[in-house]
């Protein structure tokens, strides 16, 4: 899907994150990173929970962009930084040695739904009660349940 959404788009898809960077850089367009680690094949845990290669890619943008001397283009990871506290250590110490403007979270909340959400009907929101419990609420309108204060 991402492939054919690029190409009409006239997006182009580059082999590497070095290549990338590198060529958005040079053409001037290079406003930001945002890495997504998600697509492929990766090896699983006993968990059975894959494990994407975000510190990789993460090292991977942090060595163009020392490259390339700018330490101003922000940088966004979608999803949490690693699997392991060595690595999200890691990572969030680099963002501090080169400060790097840095978000982390999910993607899915600001991307267009396909297809489109409806508005009138029932929407679900998680979160954390007063009480400290979490959980799921529908909610209708996109307005804010009152449970969540």
């Not at 006993?46 to 020392?66: A, I, T």
């Amino acid at each position: 899907m991402s492939r054919e959404r690029a190409a009409s788009r006239g997006v182009p898809i580059y082999a590497t994150i070095e290549e990338t960077l590198t060529r958005a850089y040079t053409d001037g367009g290079l406003d930001g990173v945002i890495i997504i680690g998600e697509h492929g094949d990766y090896p699983e845990d006993q968990y059975g929970r894959k494990w994407y290669p975000r510190r990789r890619f993460f090292e991977e943008v942090l060595r163009v962009l020392d490259s390339l001397k700018e330490t101003t283009i922000p940088i966004f990871s979608d999803k949490h930084f690693t699997y392991n506290i060595e690595d999200t250590v890691w990572m969030y110490n680099e963002i501090l040695k080169r400060n790097h403007p840095f978000m982390g979270g999910s993607s899915i909340p600001h991307a267009p739904q396909m297809p489109a959400l409806d508005s009138d009907g029932p929407q679900g929101m998680a979160g954390r009660f007063d009480d400290g419990r979490t959980g799921f609420v529908w909610q209708s309108r996109f307005r804010a349940p009152e449970a969540f204060g």
